[in-house]
């Protein structure tokens, strides 16, 4: 079992900044591929960011060059700094990880079904 607890979600003017971090609780097996997520009213989730165990990093191109993810191993946590934010930036974010196989930070991305723990979400609007 693995427990994710998300954080940082909130409000801000577009063109703001956020940092939502993703806390591991507890863990009976070691996460690997971690990544973070969204989904909007009415809109299918979609990758947003991910990591994988050697650190590599894969983002969708809409979040290109604006967001970071990054991970403390000592203290059990990913973050994902998100600059120049916009309002199609809104969205209940979430964290995910997955523990039974390897895999790439492209294959996290886009395998957001091949994740086997999820958190529950934050919530990031972004107003103009």
């Known amino acids: 079992q693995v427990e994710l607890v998300e954080s940082g979600g909130g409000s801000v003017q577009a063109g703001g900044s956020l940092r939502l971090s993703c806390t591991i609780s507890?863990?009976?097996?070691?996460?690997?591929?971690m990544g973070w997520f969204r989904q909007s009213t009415g809109k299918e989730r979609e990758g947003v960011a991910a990591?994988?165990?050697?650190?590599?990093?894969s983002y969708a191109d809409s979040v290109k060059g604006r967001f970071t993810i990054s991970r403390d191993v000592a203290k059990n946590t990913l973050y994902l700094q998100m600059n120049s934010l916009k309002p199609e930036d809104s969205a209940t974010y979430y964290c995910?990880?997955?523990?039974?196989?390897?895999?790439?930070?492209?294959?996290?991305?886009?395998?957001?079904?091949?994740?086997?723990?999820w958190g529950q979400g934050t919530l990031v609007t972004i107003f103009s």
């Open positions: 995910a990880t997955q523990v039974r196989a390897r895999m790439t930070a492209y294959q996290a991305l886009k395998g957001s079904v091949f994740m086997d723990y």
């Open positions: 507890e863990y009976t097996r070691t996460p690997r591929a």
């Open positions: 990591i994988d165990e050697d650190d590599d990093t």
